[in-house]
């Protein structure tokens, strides 16, 4: 696993644009045996995009950047509200939320059944 890390980091260091980092981030989940991964930055200032590098299908981030889910997605709640590492997956979910629990349900019902969107 330290040689998947290092490949990472230097792979991070070379990187130039946002391609470069989205196919770092892509070996690195692939040598881990992740399917998916996505990496947030939130914006500084209000009015500031929000930047998603994700291999994730484009349809649905689109979708997630242009309903604002970081807003009340558990896992961005979670990592915003403590900086310690934190267990996520089946058996794990939001403990505590800000949100209503019915727009969090319907962000992930989204997500797993993904149907046409405007």
């Not at 299908?57 to 979670?78: G, N, S």
């Not at 590492?85 to 059944?113: C, K, N």
């Amino acid at each position: 696993m330290h040689r998947i890390f290092q490949a990472f980091i230097d792979r991070l260091a070379e990187s130039a644009d946002a391609m470069d980092l989205r196919a770092a981030m892509a070996d690195a989940a692939s040598a881990l045996d992740l399917r998916c991964f996505a990496y947030l930055a939130l914006p500084d200032r209000r009015g500031d995009a929000t930047r998603l590098v994700s291999n994730y299908p484009t349809a649905w981030t689109a979708h997630y950047l242009k309903r604002h889910y970081e807003r009340l997605d558990p896992v961005i709640v979670q990592a915003l509200a403590a900086p310690e590492p934190f267990d996520w997956g089946p058996g794990f979910g939001p403990m505590r939320m800000s949100r209503s629990h019915a727009a969090v349900r319907l962000q992930l019902r989204e997500a797993i059944l993904p149907r046409r969107r405007s």
